[in-house]
Nanobody, 127 residues
Framework: QLQFVESGGGLVQPGGSLRLSCAVSASTKDHYDLGWYRRAPGKEREGVSCISTKDGSTYYAESVKGRFTISRDAATNTVYLQMDSLKPEDTALYYC????????????????????WGQGTQVTVSS
C-alpha cells in the first residue's frame, strides 16, 4: 500500500513557477515508480513526468519538456515537480501517482496504468 500527501499548488501568473511536493508512505516492498499526471476540464488525463525509484531515470511529456523538472529525495521518499515558465494551458489538477512494477517510466506516463494516486493539488496559471 502507498499513500501520498501532496502540496505546493496554487495560483501563479504566466511565466511564473511553482514546486509541487508529494510525500510517499509505502508499506510495500514491491518496486514502484513515481510520477505526476494532470487532469484539466474538458481534456484527457496527461502523464506529465515520471521518475524511476531504481535508477532515477525520468520521462517528460512533450508539453512540459524543458520547463518542468521531476526529482526525488530517496531519504524521505518525497517526489517533487518543479514547474517553471508556466503557461495558462498548464492549469489543471495535478496528482502524484505510483505504478507497481512498471515496464519503464515512459510506459508509466504514457499508458497511465497507475496503481495508487493522491488527492490532487490545483495549479492555476492566470493573469
Amino acid at each position: 500500500q502507498l499513500q501520498f500527501v501532496e502540496s505546493g499548488g496554487g495560483l501563479v501568473q504566466p511565466g511564473g513557477s511553482l514546486r509541487l511536493s508529494c510525500a510517499v508512505s509505502a508499506s510495500t516492498k514491491d518496486h514502484y515508480d513515481l510520477g505526476w499526471y494532470r487532469r484539466a476540464p474538458g481534456k484527457e488525463r496527461e502523464g506529465v513526468s515520471c521518475i524511476s525509484t531504481k535508477d532515477g531515470s525520468t520521462y517528460y511529456a512533450e508539453s512540459v519538456k524543458g520547463r518542468f523538472t521531476i526529482s526525488r529525495d530517496a531519504a524521505t521518499n518525497t517526489v517533487y515537480l518543479q514547474m517553471d515558465s508556466l503557461k495558462p494551458e498548464d492549469t489543471a489538477l495535478y496528482y502524484c501517482a505510483a505504478d507497481l512494477f512498471p515496464p519503464s517510466v515512459r510506459a508509466m506516463c504514457v499508458i497511465g496504468g497507475y496503481d495508487y494516486w493522491g488527492q490532487g493539488t490545483q495549479v492555476t496559471v492566470s493573469s
